[in-house]
């Protein structure tokens, strides 16, 4: 069975240090995973997708298929950077009717210190 | 473009009685829908999800059930209410060949 494991509930950095909030995977099949950002009184909205390859807001994201990681970096951290992160992985599930769903892990809330 | 729609914002309801949660997808057709149920430390439960009008699948057996009345339309209901259905409740829709979900702003429950 897939599961998506962030082992930090909570990482907190001071402003300008490097970040990197831990997201490990485990699936059988080639996966498509997400990082998810919900700040303060906001929805739950995407940060990035690792077939972008894009960075977004500074975050990178590269997928490590050895190690069955997908870890979240900002060289930089900012203030603003203060939310909570969900990893998230894309799957078919074949039972009931089928459709594509999303595995989450349980979250990491990243407090960035002034 | 799509947009998404979830109400009420919160919501608070006695023990015992009916609840009816909606959402709406604007901007798009055949959407794949999820409810989904938010708690602190224990991260996102796939609560039901929907394929199409009148399919339903659940994930987890619950006091809850949900319909889709109409392709675009996500009901999350109960008869009862309990105590333990207090919670973070997230509307989402997806593209039915996968990818990324986008959210509603969500609505919090409190059964009293």
């Known amino acids: 069975a897939q599961r998506v494991t962030q082992p930090e509930k909570l990482l907190s950095v001071f402003k300008g240090a490097p970040v990197e909030l831990k997201c490990n995977y485990s699936y059988s099949g080639s996966p498509e995973l997400f990082w998810y950002v919900q700040y303060s009184r906001q929805r739950l909205q995407l940060l990035l997708r690792?077939?972008s390859r894009e960075s977004i807001k500074g975050f990178t994201a590269d997928l490590n298929k050895g190690e069955t990681s997908f870890h979240l970096k900002k060289p930089f951290a900012q203030e603003e950077d203060s939310a909570m992160y969900y990893c998230?992985?894309?799957?078919?599930?074949?039972?009931?009717?089928?459709?594509?769903?999303?595995?989450f892990g349980k979250g990491t809330k990243l407090s960035v210190i002034p | 473009s799509q947009t998404i729609h979830q109400w009420p914002a919160t919501l608070v309801q006695p023990v015992g009685s009916p609840l009816s949660l909606e959402c709406t997808v604007e901007?798009?057709?055949?959407?794949?829908l999820y409810w989904y149920r938010q708690a602190a430390g224990r991260g996102l439960q796939l609560l039901f999800y929907s394929v199409g009008i009148g399919q339903i699948s659940s994930e987890v057996p619950q006091n809850l059930s949900a319909s889709r009345p109409q392709d675009r339309q996500f009901i999350l209901s109960s008869k009862k209410l309990l105590l333990s259905d207090s919670g973070f409740y997230l509307c989402?829709?997806?593209?039915?060949?996968?990818?990324?979900?986008?959210f509603g702003s969500g609505t919090r429950l409190t059964v009293v």
């Open positions: 989402a829709w997806s593209a039915n060949t996968g990818g990324s979900y986008t």
């Open positions: 998230a992985l894309s799957f078919y599930a074949y039972s009931g009717a089928g459709s594509y769903q999303l595995t």
């Open positions: 901007g798009t057709s055949n959407p794949n």
């Open positions: 690792h077939i």
